[in-house]
């Protein structure tokens, strides 16, 4: 059985809202092994692209378009264009081009091995 779509972009608006909280924080903590600012904006919309993806595949697996790929990048642009510009209004943070290159980037990532799966899998399987 195929999850609901409430479940599918329920977990993405959850998402978001932790991108969201997280770019309140006004005192960015040293990130765990010294990760870079780009490469945890990368990471986390990695799975933001990989969510969206999944939701607008309707679930794992089922096969992921290419266009998907292309939306999912929009949206991370898009969306991290609302984060960076959140980030003017907290103290201490600041809109940063670079974090939306790397906000889109990881979207896009995140989308790719979605799609890249479903090709996988489904010349396993038959498809």
Known sequence: MAPSRFRLWGAVVLYCVLIFILSSISNV????????????????????????ARALAKGLGRPVPGWIVLVVAAFSGLYGLSDETHQLFVPHRSFELMDMVADVAGGTLGAGVLWAWSIIAGSRHGI
Not at 29 to 52: C, E, I, N, W
């Open 29 to 52: 903590p040293t990130l765990p092994g010294h990760m870079s600012d780009k490469t945890a904006h990368t990471l986390l919309y990695a799975g933001l692209g990989f969510l969206v």
